[in-house]
């Protein structure tokens, strides 16, 4: 279990160092440059440096500076570039058995719970049913399958609760992935979209 817990992290770390290895290296570079600058000025080399700057050919130090503005340049890129996005795992959500509604029982359901149909319009409905790939096991969720069906935005807050949680906790679960480690979640949720959302 140690063992297991010491690979996870190590797992991690190692994660963050690849997502952001050219910080890593420019932060390496720009330390290194640092510590010789001030090796150099402790040694009494800086007035010999900046000596040999003076007599080196203009042409030199333009090549010098051709040669580090584009690489100046790619390390720029590289490190504002938008980060990869990736898909570590995904979990879809499984309703318990009482939310299943049978094709028979939405059918009676519309012709006494819905007036405003009239016969043409439920046969409609009726044929893109058995049509659309809706099996026996299709769920509903509370708030519609009640009598008299309730559309409140507290309803489907709490639909939409008890979805996004329970598939989120169960991702969580699956992949071993702590809630902090994560930037962006993308959850497609029924028709629950509140403005503004």
Do not use: W
């Not at 997502?19 to 440059?33: G, K, Y």
């Not at 058995?130 to 709490?158: K, M, Q, V, W, Y």
């Amino acid at each position: 279990m140690i063992l297991s817990s010491y690979i996870r992290h190590l797992r991690s770390i190692s994660q963050h160092a690849v997502n952001n290895i050219t910080v890593v290296a420019i932060a390496i570079l720009l330390s290194t440059i640092f510590i010789l600058v001030a090796a150099t000025a402790r040694l009494g080399f800086a007035e010999h440096i900046i000596f040999h700057l003076h007599a080196t050919r203009p042409i030199y130090l333009l090549l010098v500076a051709l040669l580090l503005l584009p690489s100046a340049a790619a390390a720029f890129f590289l490190v504002s570039r938008s980060r990869s996005v990736y898909l570590v795992d995904y979990a879809c959500f499984k309703p318990i058995s009482e939310c299943r509604v049978p094709l028979a029982m939405y059918r009676e359901y519309m012709t006494h719970f819905m007036p405003f149909l009239d016969d043409r319009s439920i046969r409609f409905i009726t044929r893109v049913l058995d049509n659309s790939g809706l099996g026996e096991e299709t769920c509903l969720p509370p708030s519609i399958r009640c009598i008299p069906p309730s559309f409140g935005f507290s309803h489907a807050r709490a639909e939409a609760e008890l979805v996004v949680f329970s598939t989120i906790d169960d991702l969580f679960r699956k992949t071993c992935i702590s809630p902090a480690a994560i930037d962006v979640l993308v959850v497609n949720c029924s028709l629950f979209s509140p403005t503004p959302s």
